[in-house]
């Protein structure tokens, strides 16, 4: 009697999963009836013509925009454009750069490609390419304007201030170096930084800097993952292999399905498992670089020293669709040895009202043991075992730091100053930059002062308000410099960084920072006090 009550429960489990199953199907292929009924009507009736590509990208786009940043759809030129992204690879002039309205704004020129080459400069707006304006195209179409086959010729027309120059030149394989810098510190400190997790280029770039500087006399490593954005997770389980032994879990991910939930672990021998290491991380450290200073703050094997890492402890894939198109998907969560989800941002529980995004660090957060049995959390990125003094961002550094303001500000700054000897270079004079925000920029605009704006431009008749209008803005201006004062040591550093970047290219800067960063001499003297580091990774 009991097997038979058994065997009811379970066929009644069967049913009910058949049925939900049969029920969700069914409403997926309702909608899409739908949908393309709709495509069909509005491509038959409607007056004007529509371009259905450009319709269907942004339908997709719009059904992604409720998940997460993460998951996104690539038409068929951005599959390409990722790949690029993820390998490092492409035939190109050799810039980093923005799109707008007048065309491509040259944010980076890299040193030794065909751009440096021929004199352009950090702050040129490329307006022609071949005889073909660019105004007015749209990003995608930039995108492709300057990439192309080796050797392809180029001519270009640029504007440079009030100067408008022409130049010629041909395009070039441009590799992007994921290890770009590595150096002695002192006798015996080495330093290697990592910019991003490229397909096996970042793992060989590490080892041959750690062999190379080991040839040197390096007997401690400096490992530098700060605005390090991520990429691939193979690479960041082969980085973290060359510090831990074979064998070792790296992190597991944990996904709706079995076939997106494993475990990684390292499967060679490291290339030293001794080596005294300190990790830098900060808030702009996100993904693969969690995971590597995730697992080596777990095993106990690296002090992890700078500000709290982003959180971004979801891992994605790409999935082929048809004609070419791709969509990357978020498919699972990752986590660190000792069982630590880093994630910071909880999209599940989004308030689809306002579009807040609740953090898992302003909930209850779980402590988790390292292999010496030191406490660590979940929540909100990896925390460091030791936490540089800096302040804390304000509401309009935010928004300063992610507009052009700064590189604005630089650009006129090189423009006008010659280049002085690196070993002598220092910028210090934050007074001229605030001017500059008040005066003279236009890219730093606060929400307030872009609402003032804007109702301003919608009045008829503006003269009756103008100068109260005026004092208002100005007072608008005068609070936000005061709100940014308060960073003054983060934008100081973000400034003198761009100045020396357009100045000695991005070597420059890493040359600047190997002597004058105090968050790495910070991490030398920890290096240097054995007892110190020892005592911090609860080693006896």
């Not at 049969?22 to 709709?38: C, D, G, M, T, W």
């Not at 770009?180 to 006798?187: D, S």
Request: charged share 30%.
């Amino acid at each position: 009697m009991r097997n038979k009550k058994k065997l009811i429960l379970i066929t009644s489990s069967v049913v009910l999963i058949f049925f939900s199953f049969q029920s969700r199907f069914f409403e997926i292929a309702k909608q899409i009836e739908i949908y393309n009924n709709l495509y069909k009507t509005l491509n038959i009736d409607y007056i004007n013509e529509i371009n259905p590509g450009e319709i269907t990208t942004k339908s997709i786009n719009n059904t992604l925009e409720n998940l997460d940043p993460y998951t996104r759809f690539y038409n068929e030129q951005q599959v390409e454009d990722a790949k690029i992204r993820r390998e490092g690879e492409y035939g190109g002039i050799g810039i980093s750069s923005w799109y707008s309205k007048q065309g491509i704004t040259i944010r980076k020129v890299k040193q030794g490609f065909p751009a440096d080459k021929i004199g352009l400069k950090a702050g040129d707006i490329i307006i022609d390419v071949n005889n073909q304006k660019l105004e007015g195209l749209d990003n995608e179409n930039l995108s492709q304007v300057l990439k192309g086959i080796p050797g392809t010729e180029v001519s270009l027309i640029i504007k440079r201030g009030n100067k408008t120059l022409n130049f010629d030149l041909k395009l070039d394989k441009i590799i992007d170096n994921p290890v770009p810098f590595f150096e002695m510190i002192n006798e015996d400190t080495g330093y290697v930084i990592l910019t991003q997790f490229t397909v096996r280029k970042s793992t060989d770039g590490v080892r041959n800097a750690i062999n190379v500087l080991k040839e040197k006399g390096m007997k401690k490593l400096v490992f530098d993952l700060r605005s390090n954005p991520g990429g691939s997770l193979f690479d960041a389980v082969n980085i973290t292999n060359l510090f831990i032994p074979k064998g070792k879990k790296v992190v597991d991910t944990k996904g709706k399905t079995r076939k997106n939930s494993r475990s990684y672990t390292t499967n060679q021998d490291a290339l030293d498992e001794t080596l005294p290491v300190v990790v830098l991380i900060n808030d702009r450290s996100a993904s693969a670089s969690e995971i590597v200073s995730g697992a080596l703050q777990d095993y106990d094997r690296a002090v992890v020293l700078g500000e709290r890492s982003f959180g971004k402890g979801l891992v994605q894939r790409y999935f082929d669709l048809p004609y070419g198109t791709q969509m990357k998907a978020t498919i699972s969560k990752y986590y660190t040895p000792s069982g630590r989800c880093i994630q910071e941002l909880d999209y599940a529980n989004r308030d689809w009202k306002t579009g807040k995004v609740p953090k898992f660090s302003d909930g209850q957060v779980n402590a988790f043991k390292t292999e010496n049995g030191r406490v660590v959390y979940d929540g909100g990125g990896v925390t460091p075992d030791i936490k540089i003094d800096i302040s804390k961002k304000t509401e309009e550094t935010e928004k300063l730091l992610s507009s052009r303001a700064i590189f604005n500000f630089a650009t006129d700054y090189v423009r006008q100053n010659k280049k002085s000897d690196i070993n002598a270079f220092s910028f210090n004079d934050f007074e001229s930059f605030k001017t500059y925000l008040k005066v003279k920029d236009t890219a730093f605009v606060t929400e307030q002062e872009k609402l003032f704006k804007d109702a301003y431009k919608k009045l008829k008749n503006k003269d009756n308000v103008a100068s109260d209008y005026n004092q208002l803005i100005a007072k608008i201006k005068t609070y936000k410099v005061q709100q940014i004062n308060k960073n003054k040591d983060i934008l100081l550093e973000k400034i003198q960084d761009e100045i020396l970047q357009q100045y000695f290219y991005n070597k420059g800067v890493y040359q600047y920072h190997l002597k004058n960063d105090p968050t790495i001499k910070q991490a030398v003297d920890l290096l240097n006090n054995t007892s110190k580091y020892n005592k911090i990774l609860g080693n006896s």
